[in-house]
């Protein structure tokens, strides 16, 4: 394979852990709420999953499992948040900090190691070959990847669709902007909004799955390493919608690829793994001013 | 006299309740090991305040923690949520250690002055840059503080790695002038120093800043509401980027403790997570700098016993970092205790989530 395939191959075998938790981030930021947990959320989802695919030697059960357990998070998350009024960012790095402490606790409970843990007796996502991509140049990144990576590509569509062309779809785009206006149509928000959050954690649960099936078939303390966030940032990046969140997140999983392959060439390790939360930063400050200068030259025009 | 009362209720029997649960749930937990939770819990009282040594250890513990609660406490009183903490100790820790190796031969009491010195305004420096993108640009300072923590951690690694490197084999600068280490408390052999009752007389100092002066009431004032302030002709961006620099400051020298009166060297990678840490601790005190003295020593304790436990049974320490997840929840929410106390239960403000887009 060629420099170019490579780095392809890379970008789309990392996509697919920041692209679910990023659906995850959007659809709780269009109902004007920062879900920081994206991070805790993926890094439970993924020890979940690592561990229901030992015991039951099933991936599917594991995905299974880990998107009901999530989505049960991400519930807990609204009830706290929307029943119990804790404020929303406390509960992130609440989440965040409880995701590092219990997966670290169980592993070494379970499994009796402390670090990572890993098995053969763990089965991973199956992948799909194409093997008549082979030989084709560029193409044939795609000969051999996760299902999850078509899997993620597939829930931006649908989510782009529900968003636009559904009832509930046009319902969480109004609670953002209008809630009042929505539980005047008759909606219950409350019930909305704990929808999207449990909704937002199943996500955050593939990611995760994604993580420690699909791209690995391991877990590792900490493991997700920072991916929540930049999965949030991705989220920003598209401004919530859900072809520019893609866009985002294929950024952002080209710089890591990049950075990876820079890593092979001798560089110091900390600087290259410090580019990609630099990259996230800097993006959303070139998009900020990229959006001022806009808004700018539309005054001068209006 | 009843609000007081009320107040009182609020303000400690909420903390012990959040206590209770967690460690309710931690011992929920400790079930499937196979020890008793009681027995668990009860060597981790012992290791944390059983001996001397102990009770010594646990304050050493409790140091960085009352700094960067500290930090914290005060931000959160101001409005401001710095959860950047971690990053500016990181950038404090480093500055604190190159100071200490390179600066020129001069005085010990001046060479520790600077020190710290550069470890606040390190720590300062870091802190503002999000505050200011998000004033000038509307960026998210939440993501660009988590972004910043690790950009920091990862920034002073390479440094103690690669161009300061010391005589040791792994990430490390040299070890800094014997001049400027903090004196001990409690003998070589425990990390008790002198940091300790810096972060005594600056959570006392703060408490006297915030609730004595004029500037604490203006800064809590803008932490109550924005709104109201400006209307009181405070300008608000000015206060925000004020509080963040001393927030940031103190979280600088939480990094200068641990360089100059424990470890006397930049490690890398050395914080298990004191700046997010001071978050619980802050929460836990409800924002008072005093009561951050008391929760930080709760803190400090509840993590040396973790360690003894963890020795003496089957039980992993990081058990205790899910418990104080779980306190952080418990505490931030509202289970509307009026209500429980027989008084006409109030209609609920709706509840607000932080919307900041980054």
């Not at chain 1, 490579?6 to 981030?25: D, H, Q, Y």
């Not at chain 1, 998107?67 to 929307?82: E, P, R």
């Not at chain 2, 929920?28 to 027995?39: D, M, V």
Request: with cysteine; charged share 10%.
């Amino acid at each position: 394979m060629d420099m170019m395939t490579m780095v392809l191959e890379t970008t789309l075998r990392l996509l697919p852990a920041i692209l679910f938790a990023s659906l995850g981030g959007l659809i709780t930021q269009r109902i004007k709420l920062v879900n920081l947990g994206l991070e805790g959320f993926m890094l439970i989802g993924a020890f979940v999953a690592v561990a229901v695919s030992y015991y039951t030697g099933s991936a599917m059960i594991a995905v299974l499992v880990t998107v009901i357990f999530c989505g049960l998070m991400g519930f807990t998350f609204a009830v706290f948040h929307l029943k119990f009024k804790a404020d929303n960012i406390v509960i992130s790095v609440a989440i965040n900090m409880f995701a590092l402490g219990i997966t670290k606790y169980f592993m070494n409970l379970l499994f009796g190691v402390r670090g990572a843990f890993s098995s053969p007796e763990i089965v991973g996502l199956p992948k799909l070959r194409l093997a008549f991509l082979d030989e084709i140049p560029i193409l044939s990144a795609f000969s051999n990847l996760s299902v999850f990576v078509y899997l993620a590509l597939f829930l931006v569509v649908v989510t782009h669709v529900v968003l636009y062309r559904t009832k509930i779809g046009l319902r969480i785009r109004a609670t953002g902007p209008n809630p009042m206006a929505v539980e005047t149509a008759g909606v219950g928000v409350y019930r909305l909004k704990c929808w999207v959050l449990t909704v937002s954690g199943m996500l955050c649960g593939l990611g995760g799955a994604y993580l420690s099936l699909g791209q690995l078939t391991m877990f590792t303390d900490n493991m997700t390493n920072g991916r929540g966030f930049v999965a949030m940032a991705a989220s920003n990046f598209g401004n919530a919608a859900p072809i520019g969140t893609f866009w985002g997140t294929a950024l952002f999983s080209f710089s890591d690829a990049v950075t990876m392959r820079a890593q092979l060439y001798g560089f110091p390790p900390q600087l290259i793994q410090m580019l990609p939360y630099v990259v996230t930063v800097l993006t959303l400050v070139v998009m900020a001013m990229v959006k001022e200068r806009k808004m700018k030259r539309g005054i001068n025009h209006g | 006299m009843n609000r007081r009362v009320e107040t009182a209720i609020n303000s400690i029997g909420k903390p012990l309740f959040a206590i209770f649960v967690s460690l309710l749930i931690g011992a929920i937990l400790i079930i499937p090991t196979g020890t008793s939770p009681i027995e668990a819990y009860s060597i981790l009282f012992k290791g944390a305040f059983g001996s001397w040594q102990g009770i010594t250890t646990s304050l050493a513990y409790a140091t960085p923690l009352l700094f960067t609660g500290l930090g914290a406490a005060y931000a959160f009183r101001a409005g401001v949520f710095n959860i950047g903490l971690e990053g500016q100790l990181y950038f404090g820790a480093i500055a604190a250690a190159l100071v200490g190796v390179y600066a020129p031969e001069m005085p010990g009491i001046l060479h520790i002055i600077l020190c710290i010195g550069a470890a606040m305004l390190a720590g300062m420096l870091w802190s503002i840059l999000p505050a200011i993108l998000k004033i000038r640009y509307n960026i998210g300072v939440f993501i660009t503080y988590i972004m910043f923590n690790n950009i920091a951690q990862l920034f002073s690694d390479y440094l103690a790695t690669y161009p300061f490197k010391g005589e040791l084999s792994f990430g490390a600068t040299y070890k800094v002038s014997e001049k400027v280490f903090l004196p001990k408390l409690a003998g070589e052999m425990i990390d008790l120093n002198f940091g300790f009752v810096i972060a005594i007389l600056l959570a006392i100092f703060l408490y006297i800043l915030l609730f004595k002066t004029q500037f604490g009431y203006e800064s809590r004032a803008a932490g109550i509401n924005v709104g109201f302030t400006e209307y009181m002709g405070v300008d608000a961006v000015k206060k925000t980027l004020v509080v963040v620099m001393i927030s940031g400051a103190i979280a600088g020298l939480a990094g200068a403790e641990q360089v100059l009166g424990v470890s006397h060297r930049y490690i890398s990678s050395f914080s298990p997570g004191f700046g997010y840490m001071g978050i619980t601790v802050a929460l836990l005190a409800r924002t008072n700098p005093l009561a951050c003295i008391i929760t930080a020593i709760f803190f400090g304790a509840l993590n040396n016993g973790a360690i003894q436990m963890e020795i003496f049974t089957n039980i992993s320490r990081d058990l205790v970092t899910a418990i104080q997840a779980i306190m952080i929840i418990f505490i931030a929410a509202d289970f509307a205790w009026k209500k429980r106390k027989g008084i006409k239960k109030q209609e609920k403000k709706p509840s607000q989530s932080k919307e900041e887009v980054a």
